[in-house]
């Protein structure tokens, strides 16, 4: 079993920049892939990024591609969210997510463990 807390959220203007981090404990960490979620008011949930167990392979969503930076260090078993240019429809709790294998895409039914997410709250 894992545990994930995330943290880092808040609130932030249109065009500001957030860093997501997500601790992890309890499994060896460095084996599997990660991903970040998340989840807007009234909409499902959705992939935003990806990360292979070796950080040589990353899956970013259309909407947050060339804005958003997805990173990981195995050995403080931790993984990051870089979000810039943030926009008022990045708004959502945005979770962290371990996979059951060491790279599987976007797939959200391969990642088995949740956090609890964090609130990311974009003015305009």
């Known amino acids: 079993q894992v545990e994930l807390v995330e943290s880092g959220g808040g609130l932030v203007q249109a065009g500001g920049s957030l860093t997501l981090s997500c601790a992890a404990s309890g499994r060896t960490f460095s084996q599997y892939a990660m991903g970040w979620f998340r989840q807007a008011p009234g909409k499902e949930r959705e992939t935003v990024a990806a990360?292979?167990?070796?950080?040589?392979?990353?899956y970013y969503s259309g909407s947050v591609k060339g804005r958003f930076t997805i990173s990981r260090d195995n050995a403080k078993n931790m993984v990051y969210l870089q979000m810039n240019s943030l926009k008022p429809e990045d708004t959502a709790v945005y979770y962290c997510?371990?996979?059951?294998?060491?790279?599987?895409?976007?797939?959200?039914?391969?990642?088995?463990?949740w956090g609890q997410g964090t609130q990311v709250t974009v003015s305009s």
């Open positions: 997510a371990v996979a059951g294998s060491p790279w599987t895409g976007p797939r959200e039914d391969d990642f088995g463990s």
């Open positions: 990360i292979s167990w070796s950080g040589g392979s990353t």
